[in-house]
């Protein structure tokens, strides 16, 4: 069974950089969109950003200008590059795989940022 791993959160003051990871553990056949979404502690689950297989990219109101999500294909991986962070930001963050017949989401990696 196909697993998404997640890795790279951790504490970091306000101001400061992470750049999480998440990679599959077996190439996943007609995937359409990768993405990162977000729960902070009594809020519900947030869209972060999203890029499809063609590169289209987009992002949170939230997060632009900030976060930068790429992915590398040969590694199946996708990352999300997170700067100048924010209190706000502390979440735990999710990678979600969405494939032409099945979505794949990973456990989960908790960032966060102090004031």
């Known amino acids: 069974q196909v697993q998404l791993v997640e890795s790279g959160g951790g504490l970091v003051q306000a101001g400061g950089s992470l750049r999480l990871s998440c990679a599959a553990s077996?190439?996943?056949?007609?995937?359409?969109?990768m993405g990162w979404y977000r729960q902070a502690p009594g809020k519900l689950r947030e869209w972060v950003a999203s890029?499809?297989?063609?590169?289209?990219?987009n992002y949170h109101d939230s997060v632009k200008g900030r976060f930068t999500i790429s992915r590398d294909n040969a590694k199946n991986t996708v990352y999300l590059q997170m700067n100048s962070l924010k209190p706000e930001d502390t979440a735990v963050y999710y990678c979600?795989?969405?494939?032409?017949?099945?979505?794949?989401w990973g456990q989960g990696t908790q960032v966060t940022v102090s004031s």
């Open positions: 890029v499809t297989t063609s590169d289209r990219i």
């Open positions: 077996e190439t996943i056949f007609g995937i359409r969109t």
């Open positions: 979600k795989w969405v494939a032409s017949e099945n979505s794949y």
